[in-house]
């Protein structure tokens, strides 16, 4: 069971950058396929950014050219920088992992955080 931890969540003025990292203790991530996923109360988890093994790179359409996903495989994090956010951006963020072959539905991936809340305020 890989266990992903989060951190960097905070509260920020709308047109502020935050900068997400979660790291999984133990298990080498360069194997997997690594995203960000956030959920809003009373909306579904949506997909933010996705980062497969070989660096492909995909964005939800919400956050595109705002946000940047990265990962540092011997040092075993994963990040996502937030700039320009708004306050529709506010939710809970959670780091996810899977050895298969990932797109940005969070029913592709199998290990989940418990997840960091960024609220952006107006």
């Known amino acids: 069971q890989v266990q992903l931890v989060e951190s960097g969540g905070g509260s920020v003025q709308a047109g502020g950058s935050l900068r997400l990292s979660c790291t999984a203790p133990?298990?080498?991530?360069?194997?997997?396929?690594l995203g960000w996923f956030r959920q809003a109360p009373g909306k579904e988890r949506e997909g933010v950014a996705v980062?497969?093994?070989?660096?492909?790179?995909r964005y939800g359409n919400s956050v595109k050219d705002r946000f940047t996903i990265s990962r540092d495989n011997p040092g075993n994090t994963l990040y996502l920088q937030m700039s320009d956010l708004k306050p529709e951006d506010t939710a809970m963020y959670y780091c996810?992992?899977?050895?298969?072959?990932?797109?940005?539905?969070?029913?592709?991936?199998?290990?989940w955080g418990q997840g960091t809340q960024v609220t952006v305020s107006s």
């Open positions: 133990g298990y080498v991530f360069s194997t997997y396929c």
């Open positions: 980062i497969r093994r070989n660096g492909y790179t």
């Open positions: 996810a992992a899977t050895t298969a072959y990932c797109s940005i539905l969070a029913s592709e991936f199998v290990y």
